[in-house]
């Protein structure tokens, strides 16, 4: 079975501080997704890889960066956490041709 | 414009019976695929089914099965015989081919609760 591990589900956080959230997955996948999950909102693309040391803006990237050194590994980093981050974070993989994204358990993160 | 369109914010259905979640979506790829993820309040997204652009059949698995209708750019999940488990939020989903690989356009989901 693919697995999609994140580090954290829950993470709680101070304002200015710099948050790693880490994703790791175990099927050789080329393509790694963060996604931001709030309510009536869906899920909106933050940053997105198709291979090691390459990233691509997605929707909203403001306020974030990633990191990509390995290729089972794909990291969001938040510089300075702010609290209209609190929300839900998931990370997803695929295959560069792949017909299906693969996410892991997500990581509910609140800043206060 | 909006890749993914879902219109019901919150839907009820009574248990056993059948129920349909709406779905458009917007592209002028010619190969595309159409798919269907279940969030429970857990939050782990379960993948439920899938449609390629070129499968002339609707997809079906289990009790699931996606109404596809190309020329009017719809893809409603259809769950039949619904049952207490299906309460969750139910995410319609489309992958197209970019430069750099495939990439996954979400819509706003759909909040699904079944009624004993």
């Known amino acids: 079975d693919v697995k999609v591990t994140q580090s954290s589900r829950y993470l709680v956080k101070r304002t200015g501080e710099k948050v790693f959230l880490e994703c790791v997955q175990d099927m050789d996948h080329e393509n790694m997704f963060w996604y931001r999950q709030d309510p009536g909102l869906g899920l909106r693309l933050i940053y997105f890889?198709?291979?090691?040391?390459?990233?691509e803006k997605g929707d909203i990237p403001e306020g974030y960066s990633v990191s990509r050194e390995k290729k089972e590994r794909f990291s969001l980093i938040l510089e300075s956490a702010s609290t209209n981050q609190t929300s839900m974070y998931l990370c997803?993989?695929?295959?560069?041709?792949?017909?299906?994204?693969?996410f892991g358990q997500g990581t509910r993160l609140t800043v206060v | 414009a909006q890749k993914i369109t879902q219109t019901q914010p919150g839907m009820f259905v009574q248990e056993k019976e059948a129920v349909t979640l709406d779905c458009t979506y917007d592209?002028?790829?010619?190969?595309?695929?159409l798919f269907w993820y279940k969030q429970p309040s857990s939050g782990e997204m379960i993948f439920l089914i899938y449609?390629?652009?070129?499968?002339?059949q609707n997809a079906t698995e289990g009790r699931y099965s996606l109404n596809f209708q190309k020329a009017r750019k719809s893809a409603n999940l259809v769950i039949s015989a619904s049952q207490l488990g299906d309460s969750a939020m139910y995410f319609c989903?489309?992958?197209?081919?970019?430069?750099?690989?495939?990439?996954?356009?979400f819509g706003t989901g759909t909040s699904l609760t079944v009624i004993p």
């Open positions: 989903a489309m992958r197209e081919r970019e430069d750099t690989g495939n990439q996954f356009y």
């Open positions: 592209t002028s790829d010619q190969s595309y695929g």
């Open positions: 449609q390629g652009s070129y499968d002339e």
């Open positions: 890889s198709y291979d090691v040391k390459m990233k």
């Open positions: 997803a993989s695929s295959f560069l041709d792949g017909t299906e994204a693969f």
